[in-house]
């Protein structure tokens, strides 16, 4: 069985809450088995406040807790769902290895940057 998965997305970034939907109608047999759980950060702004996470650190990027309830954040959420979606094993082994990992870590962090940046423009939030 698939480690227990909680996703923190936010549904106000269209980018964000399609790829989430993308990821979930992926994921359906696990959706509704509890293995994976999908959660709007901004229908529980304060989830993750015990972590020390503001409302906007979550908004900037993609944030999940695991079974044993550690935090996990940005691209190592990304790759935790590819290695559950089939079909997307390539990418979390090619993104996720011990060599590309720091460059996957860096691009995704630029690329939640500028996202984040674009949504508040066009007030999103």
Same mark, same amino acid.
């Given at each position: 069985?698939?480690?227990?998965?909680?996703?923190?997305?936010?549904?106000?970034?269209?980018?964000?809450?399609?790829?989430?939907?993308?990821?979930?109608?992926?994921?359906?047999?696990?959706?509704?088995?509890?293995?994976?759980?999908?959660?709007?950060?901004?229908?529980?702004?304060?989830? =993750? *406040?015990?972590?020390? %996470?503001?409302?906007?650190?979550?908004?900037?990027?993609?944030? @999940?807790? /695991?079974?044993?309830?550690? &935090?996990?954040?940005?691209?190592?959420?990304?790759?935790?769902?590819?290695?559950?979606?089939?079909?997307?094993?390539? =990418? *979390?082994?090619?993104? %996720?290895?011990?060599?590309?990992?720091?460059?996957?870590?860096? @691009?995704? /962090?630029?690329?939640?940057? &500028?996202?984040?940046?674009?949504?508040?423009?066009?007030?999103?939030?």
């Amino acid at each position: 069985m698939p480690p227990h998965l909680t996703v923190y997305y936010n549904t106000r970034c269209p980018l964000c809450d399609a790829g989430i939907d993308w990821h979930r109608n992926k994921l359906l047999a696990l959706v509704c088995a509890g293995t994976v759980e999908f959660r709007d950060v901004n229908e529980q702004p304060d989830a =993750l *406040a015990h972590f020390g %996470g503001s409302l906007d650190d979550i908004r900037r990027r993609l944030h @999940a807790t /695991d079974e044993a309830g550690w &935090l996990i954040v940005g691209t190592d959420v990304a790759i935790a769902l590819w290695r559950l979606t089939p079909g997307q094993g390539w =990418l *979390a082994a090619l993104s %996720g290895n011990r060599v590309a990992v720091p460059v996957t870590r860096f @691009a995704y /962090d630029r690329f939640a940057d &500028l996202l984040f940046a674009w949504n508040r423009w066009s007030g999103r939030w």
